[in-house]
């Protein structure tokens, strides 16, 4: 499966501190019931052996409400599972040497803070650029904020889709109107919901306004 703009919309990444009695497989699908449109699975505690068993069970999931299924820096396992693709940070494998591994028609998106970085991954084959954080998070307590001039700077350099990441909600989620971005990626925004299929059609409402007045504006 390929990267579309549109299938950046409202970008789910996965946090099993939020899942209660449920599975992740459980709440991932309330997610996508919600409207999310792409779903990333990030788990920095797990063990390798349950990890891939999660990541196949999401990859299935993804598959039948089609939206695409890409794994957080673990570019060894997106291949062993056939996930539509990866996400890295800057820290992480450079996007070249990923799109050497996971071959042409994976979908390859990569974090990036400055205008330079943003370049750089384009450069190397990213698909798609998540840049942040855009607000304070929790789930990041070390990474550093990125200002609206910064993210509407990147999204002018750029040729590839942008999502914001950090911090978003559905009440600052107006404040990103007319950076250029075209979806934002969220976690506590849909998971630390009690209702997570609600919090994400109410979620998606906001960044279709959000956009769509972002995309007037510019007009």
Same mark, same amino acid.
């Given at each position: 499966m390929k990267c579309d703009k549109k299938n950046l919309l409202l970008y789910a990444v996965t946090d099993r501190s939020w899942l209660g009695d449920k599975t992740l497989a459980e709440q991932t699908e309330e997610a996508l019931k919600g409207g999310v449109t792409f779903v990333q699975i990030r788990e920095k505690e797990l063990d390798r052996e349950h990890f891939r068993e999660e990541a196949e069970e999401l990859k299935a999931l993804c598959a039948r409400y089609q939206v695409p299924f890409v794994i957080n820096d673990d570019v060894d396992l997106a291949l062993e599972v056939d996930a539509d693709g990866v996400h890295v940070g800057q820290s992480d494998m450079e996007a070249g040497d990923v799109r050497k591994k996971l071959g042409p028609d994976k979908i390859i998106g990569v974090s990036a803070r400055t205008v330079s970085q943003a370049l750089l991954a384009q450069q190397h084959g990213a698909d798609y650029l998540g840049v942040g954080a855009v607000f304070h998070t929790s789930s990041k307590a070390d990474a550093a904020e990125v200002d609206f001039e910064t993210l509407k700077e990147i999204c002018k350099a750029v040729d590839i889709p942008v999502i914001?990441? +950090? &911090?978003? @909600? /559905? /009440?600052?989620? +107006?404040? #990103?109107? *007319? @950076? *250029?971005?075209? &979806?934002?990626?969220?976690?506590?925004?849909?998971?630390?919901?009690?209702?997570? $299929? $609600?919090?994400?059609?109410? #979620?998606?409402k906001a960044v279709e306004e959000m956009v769509a007045e972002g995309e007037e504006a510019c007009r």
């Amino acid at each position: 499966m390929k990267c579309d703009k549109k299938n950046l919309l409202l970008y789910a990444v996965t946090d099993r501190s939020w899942l209660g009695d449920k599975t992740l497989a459980e709440q991932t699908e309330e997610a996508l019931k919600g409207g999310v449109t792409f779903v990333q699975i990030r788990e920095k505690e797990l063990d390798r052996e349950h990890f891939r068993e999660e990541a196949e069970e999401l990859k299935a999931l993804c598959a039948r409400y089609q939206v695409p299924f890409v794994i957080n820096d673990d570019v060894d396992l997106a291949l062993e599972v056939d996930a539509d693709g990866v996400h890295v940070g800057q820290s992480d494998m450079e996007a070249g040497d990923v799109r050497k591994k996971l071959g042409p028609d994976k979908i390859i998106g990569v974090s990036a803070r400055t205008v330079s970085q943003a370049l750089l991954a384009q450069q190397h084959g990213a698909d798609y650029l998540g840049v942040g954080a855009v607000f304070h998070t929790s789930s990041k307590a070390d990474a550093a904020e990125v200002d609206f001039e910064t993210l509407k700077e990147i999204c002018k350099a750029v040729d590839i889709p942008v999502i914001a990441i +950090g &911090g978003i @909600s /559905e /009440e600052n989620m +107006g404040q #990103l109107a *007319g @950076s *250029g971005i075209c &979806g934002v990626a969220v976690i506590s925004a849909i998971f630390a919901k009690p209702d997570v $299929k $609600k919090a994400a059609r109410e #979620l998606k409402k906001a960044v279709e306004e959000m956009v769509a007045e972002g995309e007037e504006a510019c007009r």
